[in-house]
């Protein structure tokens, strides 16, 4: 089913645009996510929003259509289970939990810290909207805001404004640096106060191993566990804005002096598939990095969070998250008796382990 919104960005007056559209890792997890409550998971068919006209643009500017839409990729040879049942996750690191509940269900290298590319803009968003900016405020591209570190490409042209609401969409359905850079420009402080607010919100939510050079992840410097990362994603679920933004399937761009408008697809091809109900994504890429996703799903009737961390090839993280999607439906995990130290999420004596 397709999901359709529209969002209103600004141009500048020589730029008129419209826009359609186990063990420590449980009790840190349990720690950190004692207090979250799943919320809203199940997603609406369709989600409106009314273009606005922006009330604080120095110049006059014509509005900017934007329109959201609402695939299965698979690996051929690989199997979905390991010899001793568990999800055969190609992932360098990984972590796999029930938010609900806080067991871990699978985890693989995951305390080890990588870089974590663009999975950074999750956390751009939310200081964002922790600082309680305008969304509804045009935010110009500027030149300071194109990547010079890895020369990464956007089709937003410089001296373009768009809203701010518009730019966080832009960031985390598209992953668009450009509009990521803008967000941290134009934050209270500029750029150094928004990193400053990236690594604050990380140590507020119990993200040890987390740390934060940039708003956009094009920095290598942007590193975390797997296991932190999961705690990110489920702070970042609490936002009813990044869940509709960072599952949003599709976004066109009209520019200034265009009749055809710019598909922009979500990065992450799952959040159009029937199969899935999303309801927090984000992926990321830098060679550094690897190919990267995390993401929020309803799995077995319960949110479950799951971090797939330097994948190699270009489908191997979706496959690897279709795997873990499929174990965990099969029900092959189960409590049995083992060491209470073993994963202390759970009751004592008890700890997750493959049914074979």
């Given at each position: ?48 929003a009314q273009s606005q006209t922006l009330k604080h643009a120095k110049k006059k500017a014509t509005p900017v259509k934007v329109t959201v839409k609402t695939a299965k990729s ?176 599709e976004l066109f761009v009209t520019l200034p002096n265009s009749k055809h408008a710019m598909g922009f697809n979500n990065t992450n091809a799952l959040v159009k598939s029937q ?82």
């Open positions: 089913m397709q999901k359709t919104t529209k969002r209103t960005a600004m141009s500048s007056s020589s730029h008129h645009a419209r826009v359609s559209g186990a063990g420590n890792i449980g009790r840190r997890l349990m720690l950190g996510l004692g207090a979250l409550v799943f919320a809203g998971m199940m997603l609406p068919e369709t989600a409106f698979s690996e051929r040879g690989v199997a979905d289970l390991t010899k001793d049942g568990q999800p055969n996750v190609i992932s360098h690191a990984a972590m796999v939990f029930d938010q609900a509940t806080g067991r871990p269900l699978f985890a693989k290298n995951a305390e080890m810290i990588v870089p974590i590319a663009s999975i950074t803009k999750l956390m751009t968003a939310m200081i964002v909207l922790d600082a309680k900016q305008n969304l509804d405020e045009p935010v110009i591209i500027d030149s300071a805001d194109v990547d010079t570190l890895k020369n990464s490409r956007s089709r937003l042209p410089v001296g373009t404004a768009f809203r701010r609401e518009d730019l966080m969409r832009l960031a985390l359905m598209a992953s668009d640096n450009r509009a990521a850079a803008a967000l941290g420009r134009t934050y209270p402080g500029g750029m150094t106060a928004a990193v400053e607010a990236m690594n604050a919100k990380a140590q507020s939510v119990g993200l040890q191993s987390t740390h934060f050079v940039d708003p956009t992840g094009l920095a290598p410097g942007n590193v975390a566990s797997a296991q932190d990362l999961a705690m990110m994603v489920a702070e970042a679920s609490k936002h009813p804005q990044i869940r509709e933004f960072s599952t949003a399937p199969g899935w109900n999303i309801g927090v994504s984000k992926t990321g890429f830098i060679n550094e990095a690897g190919k990267c996703l995390v993401m929020q799903a309803i799995i077995g009737n319960n949110p479950v969070i799951i971090v797939l961390m330097d994948s190699w090839g270009r489908l191997t993280r979706i496959g690897d998250a279709n795997r873990v999607k499929k174990w965990i439906e099969s029900g092959k995990y189960a409590l049995v008796q083992t060491n209470p130290l073993a994963s202390p999420l759970l009751p004592s004596g008890a700890a997750l382990k493959p049914a074979i």
